[in-house]
């Protein structure tokens, strides 16, 4: 059986370094377990929820939500590739995950920080609101630091600012994803 993760990125700026660390992840984790397959789900352009009913009735009138929504549904597990504004996480994030509701239940989420100090403090307000709406924030983690200089001239981070076991996040993302998956069929 196959599952899908959806790498999502968590910023927007058109300078922003958060695209390149999510297109470098999915090449590190590409291929380390062969039931993953992997859609980068980029939320730049997603635009500031408007929506007339609550995302909770998933009743949506704009065809971006609704393209929103079934990328979303479609995904078993994510990665959050996290950046940090003013030690929460970005607006652009946040808005993300409030545009939907259901689409994200009971399924996991794994994070990929980076900012001064590994975005340390964004993964936590994250955490919070994920738990909210019934999300499964996976402990362990990657961390990339001193972000301003951490990316070389193929806009990759180098190994030295980059911290966690690749192999160990994927390994305990891929349980959730797989277990949860079971669960969900079943209720
Ligand atoms: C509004 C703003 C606030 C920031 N606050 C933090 C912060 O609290 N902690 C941190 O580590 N970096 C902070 N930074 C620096 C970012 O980590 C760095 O600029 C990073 O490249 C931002 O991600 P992006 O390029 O994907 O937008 C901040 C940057 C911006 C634009």
């Known amino acids: 059986m196959g ?41 730049a352009d997603l635009p500031f929820l408007n929506e007339p009913k609550l995302p909770s009735e998933g009743d949506y009138e704009l065809d971006s939500t609704k393209k929103w929504s079934d990328k979303v549904a479609s995904c078993d597990g994510f990665i959050a590739v996290l950046g940090e504004y003013n030690h929460h996480m970005p607006a652009p994030f946040k808005n993300a995950i409030d545009t939907l509701y259901a ?43 001193r972000i301003w200089e951490a990316l070389d001239d193929n806009r990759e981070p180098k190994p030295d600012y980059v911290y966690g076991d690749t192999k160990k996040f994927m390994a305990e993302l891929s349980w959730w994803t797989k277990t949860l998956a079971a669960a969900r069929s079943t209720s």
């Open 103 to 145: 689409e994200w239940s009971r399924k996991p989420i794994a994070f990929v920080g980076y900012g001064a100090y590994g975005a340390e403090s964004s993964i936590m307000d994250a955490r919070s609101l994920l738990s909210h709406i019934n999300m499964m924030p996976v402990s362990t983690k990657l961390t990339i630091s």
């Open 3 to 43: 599952y899908k993760i959806g790498i999502l990125t968590s910023t927007n700026r058109d300078v922003r370094v958060g695209a390149d660390i999510a297109n470098w992840l999915q090449k590190q984790v590409e291929g380390l377990d062969d039931e993953l397959t992997y859609e980068l789900l980029d939320i």
